[in-house]
C-alpha cells in the first residue's frame, strides 16, 4: 500500500529550463509535505515544505504547489541548474491530533538530470 | 547542517551475524528515526523514538531492534543479519514540535553477504 507515490522514476532537463516533479498521495489525513534532494553517498537534505492550508510556498528556485482535492502535490524548479541533479524525494506527514510523532511516509522518488 | 554522525558509514558481514549501527545527534532534538533505503521504495521507516527509553515500530521492523538509552544515541541492532538487510540506512532527527522538518545523517552501507 504506497501511500505517496512518484510515478516517474526519471526527468531529464536542460540548464535554464523548468524542472516540474510531481507525487501523488491517497492519505487524506496527510496534512504536511516535503521535499528533499538528495546526492549519492549523502543523507537527504530538506529543499521546501507545504502545510496543507496552503496551496502554494516559495523559496528562491523553488515552489511546491499542492492541490488537495486531487491529492496532488509539485515541485518546480525554475531556472533548472546541473548542480540540481540528484534524486527527489516527497514525503507527508499527518498530524493525528499529535500522536504521529512527526512520522513521515516517503515516494520512491525520481531522479533529475538537468543537460547544460 | 544539523549534527548527525552515523557509524560505522560501511559495513560488510556475513548472514546470522549480529549488527549494531549508532547514531549520534548534537542537536539535543527529542525525535530520532531509524529508515533504510532501497531501489523502487524511496525510505521507509523502521523504528523511531520519542523520547529516551520511548522507542517504537515503523512500516518494516521485522528482523530489527532499537534501544535509546541517551538522548543523543539511538542505536539500530540486527539480531541476525540476513540479505535482505542489505541496504543502506539512515538516521533522522526532530525537535518533535508538530510539523517539524527531519533532518537525516549520512548514511551506513551495509552489505550482508
Known amino acids: 500500500d504506497q501511500q505517496v507515490k512518484q510515478n516517474s522514476p526519471s526527468l531529464s532537463v536542460q540548464e535554464g529550463r523548468i524542472s516540474i516533479l510531481n507525487c501523488d498521495y491517497t492519505?487524506?489525513?496527510?496534512?504536511?509535505f516535503l521535499w528533499y534532494k538528495k546526492y549519492p553517498a549523502e543523507g537527504p537534505t530538506f529543499l521546501i515544505s507545504?502545510?496543507?492550508?496552503?496551496d502554494k510556498n516559495e523559496d528562491g528556485r523553488f515552489t511546491v504547489f499542492l492541490n488537495k482535492s486531487a491529492k496532488h502535490l509539485s515541485l518546480h524548479i525554475v531556472p533548472s541548474q546541473p548542480g540540481d541533479s540528484a534524486v527527489y524525494f516527497c514525503a507527508a506527514s499527518a498530524y493525528a491530533g499529535g500522536t504521529s510523532y512527526g512520522k513521515l511516509t516517503f515516494g520512491q522518488g525520481t531522479i533529475l538530470t538537468v543537460h547544460p | 547542517d544539523a549534527g548527525i554522525t552515523q557509524s560505522p558509514r560501511h559495513k560488510v558481514t556475513e548472514t546470522g551475524t549480529p549488527v549494531t549501527l549508532r547514531c549520534h545527534q548534537t542537536e539535543n532534538h527529542r525525535y530520532m528515526y531509524w529508515y533504510r533505503q532501497d531501489p523502487g521504495h524511496g525510505l521507509r521507516l523502521i523504528h523511531y523514538s520519542y523520547g529516551v527509553k520511548d522507542t517504537d515500530k515503523g512500516e518494516v521492523s521485522d528482523g530489527y531492534s532499537v534501544s535509546r538509552s541517551k538522548t543523543e544515541d539511538f542505536l539500530l541492532t540486527l539480531e541476525s543479519a540476513t540479505s535482505s538487510q542489505t541496504s543502506v540506512y539512515f538516521c533522522?532527527?526532530?525537535?518533535?514540535?508538530?510539523?517539524?522538518?527531519?533532518?537525516f545523517g549520512p548514511g551506513t552501507r551495509l552489505l550482508v553477504l
Open positions: 492519505n487524506s489525513m496527510f496534512d504536511y
Open positions: 533522522a532527527i526532530s525537535p518533535g514540535l508538530l510539523q517539524e522538518t527531519q533532518y
Open positions: 507545504i502545510s496543507s492550508i496552503k
